[in-house]
């Protein structure tokens, strides 16, 4: 029978969780700042700290790392409904806002697009990790005010997402400022011609 010490040495080190992390974090950064063309598997290890051979004996190719990556921000904890169409549609509005700029979400999307078609797997992972779920979170406040009779019955939930979505994309695009209070008067003019009017 093995002792404790001779049963870690068969089995080998736990893999430190603090690593992947790192590598993660590395890929992301890097995917922000020099999109897909400029990553590789030596440039993401020395930006994380650690060994190609520890990026190789948790990812098999470049493709399957930034996959990871991008899982590794995927969207969770989205706000919590309170019944309000309006306080609901902020929170996710603050929520994306925030998210976007913690992960430099915008730098990554950016450098997807600019190296179409090359990188349609790479926005096709994009779509499933972060942007169609939080679609997702707004059309179903859309939904959910339309079902309350506080928004029109005529509206497109998806519509309505795509436009208050997509004034963070305009804005940040000009360079405008997106600053306290923004969420509110984004969805406040978007909700003007959506509120339902007895």
Same mark, same amino acid.
């Given at each position: 029978m093995l002792g404790d010490n001779q049963t870690r040495t068969?089995? %080998?080190?736990?893999?430190?969780?603090?690593?992947? #992390? !790192?590598?993660? =974090?590395?890929?992301?950064n890097l995917l922000a700042q020099v999109g897909l063309a400029g990553i590789s598997i030596d440039r993401v290890a020395a930006d994380a700290g650690v060994s190609k051979v520890t990026v190789y004996s948790r990812w098999a190719n470049k493709e399957h790392l930034i996959a990871a990556a991008l899982s590794h921000v /995927? $969207? @969770?904890? *989205?706000? &919590?409904? @309170? %019944?309000?169409?309006? @306080?609901?549609?902020?929170?996710?509005?603050?929520?994306?806002? /925030?998210?976007?700029? =913690?992960?430099? +979400?915008? !730098?990554?999307? %950016?450098?997807c697009l600019a190296s179409e078609p090359a990188s349609g797997e790479l926005l096709d992972s994009i779509r499933r990790s972060t942007i169609?779920?939080?679609?997702? +979170?707004? !059309? &179903?406040?859309?939904?959910a005010g339309i079902e309350r009779g506080e928004l029109?019955?005529?509206i497109d939930p998806e519509r309505v997402t795509?436009?208050?979505? %997509?004034?963070?994309? #305009?804005?940040? $695009?000009? +360079? *405008?400022? *997106?600053?306290?209070?923004?969420?509110?008067? $984004?969805?406040?003019?978007? *909700? #003007?011609? !959506?509120?339902?009017r007895d």
């Open positions: 068969r089995m %080998g080190r736990p893999r430190d969780p603090s690593k992947d #992390a !790192a590598v993660l =974090e590395a890929t992301i /995927q $969207v @969770t904890g *989205l706000p &919590e409904p @309170t %019944g309000s169409a309006r @306080t609901d549609l902020i929170a996710h509005l603050k929520a994306m806002h /925030q998210a976007y700029d =913690e992960s430099r +979400g915008m !730098a990554i999307l %950016g450098n169609l779920p939080r679609r997702a +979170g707004f !059309a &179903e406040v859309v939904r029109r019955s005529d795509s436009m208050i979505i %997509g004034v963070l994309y #305009a804005d940040h $695009v000009a +360079g *405008l400022s *997106l600053d306290r209070g923004w969420e509110e008067s $984004v969805v406040d003019d978007v *909700l #003007a011609g !959506a509120a339902r």
